[in-house]
């Protein structure tokens, strides 16, 4: 009686005749999925969730303040080269090695736990719940890495413009490596498809990179790095309970 009372509603919902009904698989499925989070198409989960994650997780971070300070004083276009550059391809290498780590979990036997998943999850969980802890003292770790971060421009000359390019992109590059959102990648990419990973978190780079060449310094006065915490820290939970989800329905 119930499941026939949820087809009636479906149907209705979906401005189908009432007499109609609907399969009750149909309803389970329009239960079950959100778009770009879970139950939808792996590459366009790879999207949503590289974009957000990689995004929240950019802004005010070190990369975010060495892309800011530089572009005060040198050409905002390169200084978006060097930078996104280097992100672009860190975002490739870390899906690689998430990739690695899904092709070794197709070596175990066919009835094993999904290891790469569980693995993805448990990183996603640990970042959520320490973003959120953090969140607190956002405002002054993120004063912290503004300052960690202009020791490291002071350094760098001004050079012609190949030159600050690849000085720009090697910095960043090394700033970036071992990072929290490299390894956010690597676990996303061992999860769901490292086309869609690379794609979202390319172009989460690229905001937050853009963001910060163009208006940094005047966004930073209005939007609270306690806020970016929050939410940052809140996505990488449902991103965490949606590759969880998925699992326990694979």
């Not at 939808?40 to 790879?46: C, L, Q």
């Not at 005010?60 to 080269?81: E, H, M, P, Y």
């Not at 000359?157 to 956010?184: I, M, P, Q, R, Y």
């Not at 006065?221 to 965490?240: D, H, I, M, N, P």
């Amino acid at each position: 009686m119930v499941l026939t009372h949820a087809c009636l509603a479906s149907g209705l919902l979906l401005g189908l005749p009432a007499h109609a009904g609907v399969p009750t698989d149909v309803v389970a499925d329009i239960a079950t999925t959100i778009p770009g989070v879970v139950g939808d198409d792996t590459f366009r989960e790879g999207v949503v969730s590289g974009f957000l994650l990689i995004l929240f997780s950019e802004l005010g971070d070190k990369t975010f303040f060495i892309a800011l300070l530089l572009a005060l004083k040198q050409s905002q276009g390169l200084v978006f080269a060097g930078t996104f550059g280097a992100l672009a391809v860190m975002t490739v290498i870390s899906v690689a090695l998430g990739q690695v780590l899904h092709q070794l979990d197709e070596l175990l036997p066919a009835n094993s736990l999904p290891l790469d998943d569980i693995f993805a999850a448990a990183l996603l969980v640990f970042f959520g719940v320490k973003t959120l802890l953090d969140a607190q003292d956002a405002d002054e770790s993120a004063a912290d890495e503004r300052g960690e971060a202009e020791k490291e421009v002071k350094g760098l000359g001004n050079g012609e413009a190949l030159g600050f390019v690849l000085s720009t992109f090697a910095l960043v590059f090394a700033a970036e490596w071992g990072d929290k959102s490299f390894l956010a990648t690597i676990a996303l990419a061992a999860a769901s498809s490292p086309g869609g990973v690379v794609l979202g978190a390319v172009g989460g780079h690229g905001v937050a990179t853009g963001i910060a060449v163009l208006g940094g310094s005047y966004l930073s006065r209005f939007v609270s790095e306690k806020v970016v915490q929050y939410v940052g820290g809140t996505l990488f939970l449902v991103f965490a309970a949606a590759t969880v989800f998925d699992i326990v329905n694979k």
